[in-house]
DNA sequence: CGGCGAATTGACGGACGTCAACTGCTGTGG
DNA sequence: CCACAGCAGTTGACGTCCGTCAATTCGCCG
């Protein structure tokens, strides 16, 4: 089942700070019992309670995890490719606490939860590359819940746009990459509200016009938005800590791998 | 610098499911390098944006991980013995997103993140300890996060009331483990509407008095709480999965060792 | 052409933060 | 031993932010 992948595609795979420190016997076991299938927009890839046989890999598309409660749905992420996701739960065989989504018509690969294991547990240097991403997910997620008890509504909307302004190549304009009721989930607000914050924010410079939002006066927004690069995992510090010990092998904190 | 360890308390380190995974001398390198301290209450043992050189447990005592932004604080958990802290910044090598402060006199073990690195490259079954306990310390967090982003203020301290009373024995009252006001901020609320919360609940059986609270209707309060095993982690099933696959070395997911 | 869903806007109400005053406890110093 | 300062906690008044409900517009697709 699923399809064979194209060379290209298990290039990128490999090129993930996840895999980088694997040896390639084991890159090779994993991918071999793995699979690459293709779903459709709005397709649930994995529900909230079940448990988790597979790690999956966001290769083409656009993906979401939710959390839900109480009839209640809110947004944990968006994911990109080249993406893993539900890693933590793979680790430890356990079941999810989120569902995932796809949001646009999706490649994914999908990934053997129990190899993993094996794999981990036979070669140390992908068990660190794991312990990496964990920890790179971690952190990313702390700086959400930072996000989430400290800063308004339009401080986290102003800090989305400031964060997807340099993500998209630091233009004036940009295009949300999807929906805006994906995204007011994902700020934790209701569609209504976001759209009065994106109203507010026009006193700061920013004008929308569908789904492509202008930044015209970036200085005062920025002052409105206060980033922080405690909490904003776009901007990382040149600086480097004093001692300088060589970064060994990578796996940036702010990996593109979200919330697994 | 520092003191030695009782052996009792290197006991205590070496059951940790961190610590359980890995070689003999693994763990007696990690010790040895290491060292216990003793620290008054109110001691700030790192700050938020630091270099971090140390991986942390506590033994004895209770501390406290903070964020700030913006001159406000938010306390993201409150931290029990026997727990590690700042694992995933010790992985990464990275600066610390949160201070660490001690609420109460506390005996706080530092073992060497160069070391805890090094042991990880060296001994796979530690590395996977380590990628197990990350794992639960990142599902604790999105447990956290869907507690904030779906639940109002009085639900949540309705939900954090059972789970008390639970870890602590499940008699109709418990005691809160430290002032009202960090449990405000860990809650996600001022210490006034905290009061307020108390306040409400008093309808649903719930009554104070100082930092001893008595459940009276449990069955009400449960009503209004609706805990849920996807965001309660006090609340694990007794179902295992079908197919059974045995759980081979525990490393449970609400691991006492919160946000790493 | 008609229907559906996304997005926006307005009106309203409730939840939560802020400010201020007051209570009670505790530790300190006269 | 008592007086007092300081802080935690509570309570009330008030304002703001945000969610809910409803109506409308727009674009997309049948």
């Given amino acids: ?11 990128r795979v490999r090129a993930l700070p996840l895999f980088k420190g694997a040896q390639p016997r084991t890159f090779d076991g994993l991918i071999a019992g793995a699979f690459l299938q293709k779903f459709p927009a709005g397709t649930t890839l ?47 065989d356990a079941d999810a606490l ?20 094996r794999a981990m547990k036979e070669d140390a240097g ?24 400290l800063r308004g509504a339009s401080e986290r ?8 302004q340099v993500s998209q190549g630091g ?12 995204l007011a989930s994902l700020l934790g607000m209701t569609p209504e509200n976001l759209s009065r914050a994106f109203a507010n924010l026009a006193d700061y410079g920013v004008s929308v016009n569908g789904p492509d939002v202008s930044i015209h006066r970036p200085v005062v927004l920025d002052r409105l938005a ?5 909490i904003d995992s ?16 990578g796996a940036s904190d702010r990996t593109v791998g979200a919330l697994n």
């Fill in 1 to 11: 089942m699923g399809m064979p992948m194209r060379s290209a595609d298990v290039e």
């Fill in 46 to 92: 994995l529900m909230e309670g079940d448990p988790v046989d597979f790690l999956y890999v966001l290769i083409e598309g656009l993906a979401e995890l939710q959390g839900t409660w109480n009839d209640k749905e809110t947004t944990l992420a968006v994911l990109r490719p080249v993406s893993t996701f539900i890693l933590a739960a793979v680790v430890l």
């Fill in 98 to 117: 989120m569902t995932a989504r796809t949001i646009e018509r999706s490649d994914i690969l999908m990934i053997s939860g129990e190899a993993v294991r």
């Fill in 126 to 149: 992908f068990a660190v590359a794991v312990a990496e991403e964990l920890s790179g997910c971690y952190r990313g997620l702390v700086r959400t819940v930072k996000n989430q008890k």
């Fill in 157 to 164: 909307l102003a800090n989305y746009l400031l964060a997807e």
């Fill in 171 to 182: 233009g004036p304009t940009l295009t949300l990459p999807h929906e805006k009721r994906v």
């Fill in 226 to 230: 206060k980033p922080d690069r405690l």
């Fill in 234 to 249: 776009h901007l990382q510090p040149s600086a480097a800590r004093v001692g300088m010990a060589a970064r060994e092998c």
